[in-house]
């Protein structure tokens, strides 16, 4: 996987017309690509490409050759969304910002994102629809669930994992070889030094189990 966006996609279409899709938006834009339409309940400023219902965007992305990047933030809907167009048997390549830097060795599943100025280091794997957010650090050999985020300046270091469906808030460090569990969210800033079990919440220095009221 080399660093930046795939030259070969040079047209997309964005689900979702919210604050992440607009993330998308830029970094397509200044990766030089075009951005064809987007879908979806569209807020705050204008879009200045058209907003389409799913058959029309579907429909466009297949007729233009486009490809498709999930700008959702909300993981459990960006999963399905992923679903949604992988039945349509719509294109999702990775998204890689072009001031992301991505290990020639690292894997990236489709519908994933790296936004500006994250890492990803060698032979670290992630899933389908990740979201890297800005300036995250995911290091060497580290292995991150489908569905996951991993929030704006988090660091997971070496042989870390993230289970699918999980959060790991904005700052947030996740030591070596950490495993973090399915559908469990980690706080912004908390600091892990021991495995966090499937759907729990951990917050603090060092990060502790709270209870979360449902």
């Given at each position: 996987m080399s660093d930046g966006l795939r030259p070969d996609v040079s047209s997309w279409v964005l689900i979702g017309a919210g604050g992440h899709a607009r993330v998308l938006h830029d970094v397509l834009v200044r990766s030089g690509a075009s951005v064809l339409a987007v879908n979806g309940d569209a807020r705050g400023?204008?879009?200045?490409?058209?907003?389409?219902?799913?058959?029309a965007l579907a429909a466009l992305a297949t007729?233009?050759?486009?490809?498709?990047?999930?700008g959702v933030g909300d993981d459990a809907r960006r999963t399905r969304l992923l679903a949604w167009a992988t039945q349509r048997g719509l294109a999702l390549p990775p998204l890689v910002?072009?001031?992301?830097t991505v290990a020639r060795s690292a894997t990236l599943g489709a519908g994933t994102v790296v936004l500006e100025h994250a890492h990803v280091g060698p032979s670290a794997s992630l899933g389908r629809g990740v979201v890297v957010n800005t300036a995250?650090?995911?290091?060497h050999d580290a292995v991150?669930?489908?569905?996951?985020?991993?929030?704006?300046?988090?660091v997971l270091l070496?042989?870390?994992?993230?289970g699918p469906g999980s959060l790991v808030g904005a700052g947030a460090r996740v030591l070596p070889g950490i495993r973090i569990g399915a559908g469990a969210?980690?706080?912004?800033?908390?600091?892990?030094?021991?495995?966090v079990p499937d759907d729990a919440v951990v917050t603090g220095v060092p990060a502790r189990r709270v209870e979360v009221r449902r």
């Open positions: 400023p204008a879009w200045d490409v058209p907003v389409l219902d799913d058959d007729s233009a050759g486009a490809a498709v990047a999930l910002a072009s001031t992301a995250a650090v995911i290091e991150i669930g489908d569905g996951s985020h991993i929030a704006p300046a988090a070496g042989a870390a994992q993230v969210a980690v706080g912004a800033g908390a600091v892990v030094v021991a495995d």
